[in-house]
T-cell receptor, first 115, second 114 residues
Framework: GAVVSQHPSRVICKSGTSVKIECRSL??????MFWYRQFPKKSLMLMAT?????????EQGVEKDKFLINHASLTLSTLTVTSAHPEDSSFYIC???????????FGAGSRLTVL | QQQVKQSPQSLIVQKGGISIINCAYE??????FPWYQQFPGKGPALLIA?????SEKKEGRFTISFNKSAKQFSLHIMDSQPGDSATYFC?????????????FGQGTILTVHP
């Protein structure tokens, strides 16, 4: 089945630094990937849609300058949290659709803790 | 219009029992209704999904019941097992090129006692 890999699974950083999270589709090509955010014991919220070769589209209320998304290849999308602050601490999860099936596969998530 | 409301917030079931989780939506344009299972510290995994032209779908111990007129759908887990203890999310999307833009319910924490 389709596999989506995320790295790192956990990251701790100091306030003011930037953190990059990678999302890879391992056995298929994904022209579109989706980034979600999940607070503890809460639901998932869509942040943005990552499009290969073009700009990401962000959901209302998501700061595009804070959360930089790059989708440089058909198997890799990256999310960079810039100038991170403690309120950015969260579980970030990416997902990609299996071509032709429109079934979404999620990665294992990346837990960001900003001190 | 984009909300998906899920209940109950938590559910305790004895091993072998039936677990039932309900969801209601408002946007009649939603075209795809998946259920996800999530274990602590992991990403959600697709359990089963349904489209509005079908009233019921069964896969193993998992069944989705869909009521288009009431704008409700539910997940039934038959013969619940301790390994089913997890958080369950219903979701909905517009389908087509927007299939990946899921609106999630609030989640249900299921505990199955041995």
């Amino acid at each position: 089945g389709a596999v989506v890999s995320q790295h790192p699974s956990r990251v701790i950083c100091k306030s003011g630094t930037s953190v990059k999270i990678e999302c890879r589709s391992l056995d298929f090509q994904a022209t579109t990937m989706f980034w979600y955010r999940q607070f503890p014991k809460k639901s998932l919220m869509l942040m943005a849609t990552s499009n290969e070769g073009s700009k990401a589209t962000y959901e209302q209320g998501v700061e595009k300058d804070k959360f930089l998304i790059n989708h440089a290849s058909l198997t890799l999308s990256t999310l960079t949290v810039t100038s991170a602050h403690p309120e950015d601490s969260s579980f970030y999860i990416c997902s990609a659709g299996t071509p032709g099936a429109n079934v979404l596969t999620f990665g294992a998530g990346s837990r960001l803790t900003v001190l | 219009q984009q909300q998906v409301k899920q209940s109950p917030q938590s559910l305790i079931v004895q091993k072998g029992g039936i677990s039932i989780i309900n969801c209601a939506y408002e946007n009649t344009a939603f075209d795809y209704f998946p259920w996800y299972q999530q274990f602590p510290g992991k990403g959600p995994a697709l359990l089963i999904a349904i489209r509005p032209d079908v009233s019921e779908k069964k896969e193993g111990r998992f069944t989705i019941s869909f009521n288009k007129s009431a704008k409700q759908f539910s997940l039934h887990i038959m013969d619940s097992q301790p390994g089913d203890s997890a958080t369950y999310f219903c979701a909905a999307s517009l389908g087509g090129t927007s299939y990946g833009k899921l609106t999630f319910g609030q989640g249900t924490i299921l505990t199955v006692h041995p």
